[in-house]
């Protein structure tokens, strides 16, 4: 594994003074022609398509990753502000259908270089073993191509690369990590407080933030604007964890660039390149090798809309799999009142986090589990709260104005995977005129066991650490799975090094892939996946 | 000026003399002039039509109990993200895109107005748009003008309370300190303040305890 500066610079390509990367490296930034046959082009430029970026350039690849949205200067693209962090979302329209709808909204997937995880909390907890094979251990879900063990490794150097700051892990495969844990806030004050009176362990992580100086990245200044982009480069996003060494070693990020297909060669079923848009105008990249990795949702989307004579039904589609299984974690919020003033809004929000409610446990009626972590809403998520306890006029200002007296906690419920949670096409276009994604969702009893339980507990730990009041929203969180990685084209759209089961070239490397979802935050096992990916697609060229 | 009209029963004054934008120079540049265009004159109105307008305004004045000026600009600020199509992304299967969905519920409430008063929704008395309203919330998933009730009210007050408390006004009220960059925070923990942070002077009005 070595040093992290000798597998990936980009924390020492930043500035001396930590405020962005090198301005050379996009300056002089290489820049391939749309007819150059260049080896691979990956198709956004988010958590799973920057550590493949990385990871090809490295290996002396000729790479471009495409994005649809900005190549951020977060100094003077984001701000510390809630509502005015609009831009940081993926905003063109989706439609959401199903039983339980999931709306999207500030909890939406990003748009533009360095993907979701530019507005992302930070949390950074690995997988548990069982979570790679749920389906032999608990009945549910589905099994993974590979084990807990294969992506060990993985998981160790990415974690190193952010890095991740938190106490030793008692959990899933007991680990420790890079940095030291961070202090914390009231809100995670009172969490630890209530978990201890209650028997239940808390840890303080993991999460990707800097604890100290890192390479030239600085410390972390408590701001709690996590949720907003971080422009003092503390916590980690590909933008400045994988994008900086990428560009170092010659690859190529193209911002501004809507994919609209993948070209499939007729005859010999390859993919050739992609078909994209950028300033109004259609153009192509012929490349060796695709990859997408466009986020649970857009990834399907594009499939869908790459339909050719070999694939009517869209591209990777001929058993019907494209879209399907997509996960959401359950993630209700409970908040609680407390006399002193808490003013949660301070410090990051992601602190502390309990996994004793991981696994399955035998005496209850339900499989799986849940996580809980410590959450912090700003005013705007915050007034969703009290709305959604169906205060609004004076009552809704009333409550507003307690807002320094409470703290809040959020579940993370293990939904299981379904068929019939997917992405399929609307009828509605966006502004290119190509079809937008319909995301359907409900949920099984299995799923609303969970839910019930979870807020159950955030309850007692909340009470436990002296709150007078709790309230309770229904949220859900982190879409993962809708192309998932199996061992054969019936089950699944890829296999477990990400290639497609359909076209050989092509590949998906974002969360799209994942079959099950545990109770833990997806970005560290996108990341990790990719990289193993990224390993494999070395090794098999060479 | 730096607090909005509330009754302390309702929960004004609790953070005496707290304004957020005295700490404006301490925010970065692009913060400043984001948070700071709140403040200015808002561009002319271009998504609402005049008639629509008029509901509009009593329709947020009711969400967020706002009866006397001065006031948070909440129906411009929505013209201004309408008129820019600066939607949340995504709306509901059984709801028109948000444009359409806008026009087509506020057309809703003064059908509601009209059958019930005779009169136009802004031109019923101040207890019988709450009345109107509180019946719109109480159907619950239940049909309201053909959409579910739900995703009406979900529309509304998502759009309101977005443009509400994004203000720094709002913010004084509420004890929030706002922008935190380059500066962030040295003093956390349970009861801990900034220099600049107010302490709340009624800690025992919990709004929870006073419903029940
Ligand atoms: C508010 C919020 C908080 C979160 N908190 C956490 C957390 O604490 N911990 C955690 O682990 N996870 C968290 N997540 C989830 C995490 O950020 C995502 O799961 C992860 O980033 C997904 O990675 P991805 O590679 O699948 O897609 P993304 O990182 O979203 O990258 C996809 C990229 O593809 C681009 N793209 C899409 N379609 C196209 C196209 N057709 N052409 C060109 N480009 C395209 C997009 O612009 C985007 O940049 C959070 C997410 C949100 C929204
Ligand atoms: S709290 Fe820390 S990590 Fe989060 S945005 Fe602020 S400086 Fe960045």
Same mark, same amino acid.
Request: aromatic letters at 10%.
């Given at each position: 594994?070595?040093?992290?500066?000798?597998?990936?610079?980009?924390?020492?390509?930043?500035?001396?003074?930590?405020?962005?990367?090198?301005?050379?490296?996009?300056?002089?930034?290489?820049?391939?022609?749309?007819?150059?046959?260049?080896?691979?082009?990956?198709?956004?430029?988010?958590?799973?398509?920057?550590?493949?970026?990385?990871?090809?350039?490295?290996?002396?690849?000729?790479?471009?990753?495409?994005?649809?949205?900005?190549?951020?200067?977060?100094?003077?693209?984001?701000?510390?502000?809630?509502?005015?962090?609009?831009?940081?979302?993926?905003?063109?329209?989706?439609?959401?259908? $199903?039983?339980?709808?999931?709306?999207?909204?500030?909890?939406?997937?990003?748009?533009?270089?360095?993907?979701?995880?530019?507005?992302?909390?930070?949390?950074?907890?690995?997988?548990?073993?069982?979570?790679?094979?749920?389906?032999? %251990?608990?009945?549910?879900?589905?099994?993974?191509?590979?084990?807990?063990?294969?992506?060990?490794?993985?998981?160790?150097?990415?974690?190193?690369?952010?890095?991740?700051?938190?106490?030793?892990?008692?959990?899933?495969?007991?680990?420790?990590?890079?940095?030291?844990?961070?202090?914390?806030?009231?809100?995670?004050?009172?969490?630890? +407080?209530?978990?201890?009176?209650?028997?239940?362990?808390?840890?303080?992580?993991?999460?990707?933030?800097?604890?100290?100086?890192?390479?030239?990245?600085?410390?972390?200044?408590?701001?709690?604007?996590?949720?907003?982009?971080?422009?003092?480069?503390?916590?980690?996003?590909? %933008?400045?964890?994988?994008?900086?060494?990428?560009?170092?070693?010659?690859?190529?990020?193209?911002?501004?660039?809507?994919?609209?297909?993948?070209?499939?060669?007729?005859?010999?079923?390859?993919?050739?390149?992609?078909?994209?848009?950028?300033?109004?105008?259609? +153009?192509?990249?012929?490349?060796?090798?695709?990859?997408?990795?466009?986020?649970?949702?857009?990834?399907?989307?594009?499939?869908?809309?790459?339909?050719?004579?070999?694939?009517?039904?869209?591209?990777?589609?001929?058993?019907?799999?494209?879209?399907?299984? %997509?996960?959401?974690?359950?993630?209700?919020?409970?908040?609680?009142?407390?006399?002193?003033?808490?003013?949660?809004?301070?410090?990051?929000?992601?602190?502390?986090?309990?996994?004793?409610?991981?696994?399955?446990?035998?005496?209850?009626?339900?499989?799986?589990?849940?996580?809980?972590?410590?959450?912090?809403?700003?005013?705007?998520?915050?007034?969703?709260?009290?709305?959604?306890?169906?205060?609004?006029?004076?009552?809704? +200002?009333?409550?507003?104005?307690?807002?320094?007296?409470?703290?809040?906690?959020?579940?993370?419920?293990?939904?299981?995977?379904?068929?019939?949670?997917?992405?399929?096409?609307?009828?509605?276009?966006?502004?290119?005129?190509?079809?937008?994604?319909?995301?359907?969702?409900?949920?099984?009893?299995?799923?609303?066991?969970?839910?019930?339980?979870?807020?159950?507990?955030?309850?007692?730990?909340?009470?436990?650490?002296?709150?007078?009041?709790?309230?309770?929203?229904?949220?859900?969180?982190?879409?993962?799975?809708?192309?998932?990685?199996?061992?054969?084209?019936?089950?699944?759209?890829?296999?477990?090094?990400?290639?497609?089961?359909?076209?050989?070239?092509?590949?998906?490397?974002?969360?799209?892939?994942?079959?099950?979802?545990?109770?833990?935050?997806?970005? %560290?096992?996108?990341?990790?996946?990719?990289?193993?990916?990224?390993?494999?697609?070395?090794?098999?060229?060479? | 000026?730096?607090?909005?009209?509330?009754?302390?029963?309702?929960? $004004?004054?609790?953070?005496?003399?707290?304004?957020?934008?005295?700490?404006?120079?301490?925010?970065?540049?692009?913060?400043?002039?984001?948070?700071?265009?709140?403040?200015?004159?808002?561009?002319?109105?271009?998504?609402?039509?005049?008639?629509?307008?008029?509901?509009?305004?009593?329709?947020?004045?009711?969400?967020?109990?706002?009866?006397?000026?001065?006031?948070?600009?909440?129906?411009?600020?929505?013209?201004?993200?309408?008129?820019?199509?600066?939607?949340?992304?995504?709306?509901?299967?059984?709801?028109?895109?948000?444009?359409?969905?806008?026009?087509?519920?506020?057309?809703?409430?003064?059908?509601?107005?009209?059958? +019930?008063?005779?009169?136009?929704?802004?031109?019923?008395?101040?207890?019988?748009?709450?009345?109107?309203?509180?019946?719109?919330?109480?159907?619950?998933?239940?049909?309201?003008?053909?959409?579910?009730?739900?995703?009406?009210?979900?529309?509304?007050?998502?759009?309101?309370?977005?443009?509400?408390?994004?203000?720094?006004?709002?913010?004084?009220?509420?004890?929030?300190?706002?922008?935190?960059?380059?500066?962030?925070?040295?003093?956390?923990?349970?009861?801990?303040?900034?220099?600049?942070?107010?302490?709340?002077?009624?800690?025992?009005?919990?709004?929870?305890?006073?419903?029940?």
């Amino acid at each position: 594994m070595g040093r992290v500066e000798d597998r990936n610079q980009s924390a020492w390509l930043l500035l001396p003074d930590g405020s962005r990367p090198e301005p050379r490296l996009r300056d002089q930034m290489r820049r391939f022609a749309d007819d150059d046959e260049v080896d691979l082009v990956i198709v956004g430029c988010g958590a799973g398509g920057s550590t493949l970026l990385q990871r090809m350039a490295r290996a002396g690849w000729k790479v471009v990753a495409l994005d649809a949205g900005p190549f951020w200067e977060p100094e003077t693209d984001w701000v510390s502000d809630e509502a005015g962090s609009h831009h940081l979302y993926w905003e063109e329209p989706r439609v959401i259908g $199903g039983s339980d709808p999931v709306p999207l909204g500030s909890n939406n997937s990003g748009r533009g270089v360095g993907g979701s995880m530019v507005h992302y909390a930070g949390y950074t907890p690995r997988f548990h073993p069982s979570d790679f094979h749920t389906r032999s %251990l608990d009945g549910v879900g589905a099994d993974w191509p590979f084990a807990y063990e294969d992506l060990k490794p993985y998981y160790s150097d990415i974690e190193n690369e952010l890095p991740v700051a938190g106490e030793d892990w008692p959990w899933g495969d007991p680990h420790s990590y890079p940095q030291r844990p961070h202090p914390v806030s009231g809100n995670g004050e009172l969490f630890m +407080r209530g978990a201890d009176a209650e028997g239940i362990t808390a840890k303080v992580g993991p999460v990707a933030i800097s604890n100290g100086r890192f390479g030239h990245r600085p410390h972390c200044i408590y701001r709690g604007f996590c949720l907003q982009g971080c422009k003092v480069n503390a916590k980690a996003s590909p %933008l400045i964890t994988h994008i900086p060494d990428a560009l170092d070693h010659g690859a190529e990020v193209r911002a501004d660039s809507m994919v609209s297909s993948i070209e499939i060669d007729e005859r010999t079923g390859r993919a050739t390149g992609v078909h994209y848009i950028q300033d109004g105008r259609s +153009r192509f990249q012929r490349a060796r090798m695709v990859a997408i990795a466009g986020y649970s949702i857009e990834t399907p989307r594009l499939l869908l809309n790459s339909t050719s004579k070999r694939f009517p039904d869209g591209l990777c589609n001929d058993f019907d799999q494209v879209g399907r299984y %997509l996960m959401v974690q359950g993630a209700p919020q409970t908040a609680g009142r407390f006399e002193s003033e808490v003013r949660m809004w301070k410090g990051p929000p992601p602190e502390v986090s309990t996994e004793d409610f991981y696994e399955t446990d035998p005496s209850k009626p339900y499989k799986r589990g849940f996580s809980i972590q410590s959450v912090s809403p700003m005013p705007i998520a915050w007034a969703e709260h009290v709305m959604a306890q169906g205060h609004w006029g004076a009552a809704l +200002r009333h409550y507003m104005s307690d807002y320094v007296h409470w703290a809040s906690y959020g579940a993370l419920c293990e939904f299981l995977p379904q068929p019939d949670n997917r992405v399929t096409l609307a009828e509605e276009t966006d502004r290119h005129g190509l079809r937008v994604a319909k995301f359907d969702y409900s949920q099984c009893d299995n799923d609303r066991q969970l839910l019930a339980a979870a807020q159950g507990v955030m309850e007692r730990i909340l009470t436990a650490a002296g709150a007078s009041e709790v309230i309770t929203i229904q949220r859900f969180a982190h879409l993962v799975g809708g192309a998932r990685m199996a061992d054969n084209e019936r089950d699944g759209v890829v296999d477990g090094d990400g290639v497609t089961f359909a076209v050989p070239n092509l590949l998906i490397t974002d969360g799209s892939v994942l079959p099950t979802q545990g109770s833990a935050n997806p970005a %560290l096992t996108i990341m990790a996946v990719a990289a193993r990916a990224a390993d494999r697609l070395i090794r098999r060229k060479g | 000026m730096n607090q909005l009209p509330l009754d302390p029963a309702d929960g $004004g004054g609790r953070f005496p003399g707290f304004d957020v934008i005295a700490q404006s120079g301490h925010w970065d540049r692009a913060t400043q002039s984001v948070v700071g265009s709140r403040l200015g004159l808002l561009p002319h109105v271009r998504f609402f039509t005049p008639e629509e307008e008029v509901v509009a305004r009593a329709l947020f004045d009711q969400i967020l109990d706002q009866r006397e000026e001065p006031r948070v600009p909440v129906f411009n600020m929505v013209d201004v993200r309408l008129a820019e199509q600066q939607t949340d992304g995504w709306h509901y299967e059984s709801l028109p895109a948000d444009a359409e969905a806008w026009r087509r519920s506020l057309r809703a409430l003064s059908d509601d107005a009209d059958a +019930r008063h005779g009169v136009g929704f802004a031109d019923c008395a101040w207890e019988q748009q709450s009345a109107i309203l509180d019946a719109v919330q109480k159907r619950g998933d239940d049909d309201w003008h053909g959409f579910p009730a739900s995703r009406v009210w979900s529309l509304w007050t998502r759009y309101a309370c977005t443009a509400f408390y994004s203000h720094p006004w709002a913010w004084n009220e509420i004890g929030f300190a706002g922008p935190a960059y380059p500066r962030g925070y040295k003093n956390m923990g349970v009861d801990r303040l900034e220099p600049f942070e107010v302490r709340d002077i009624r800690p025992h009005d919990d709004p929870a305890r006073r419903d029940s």
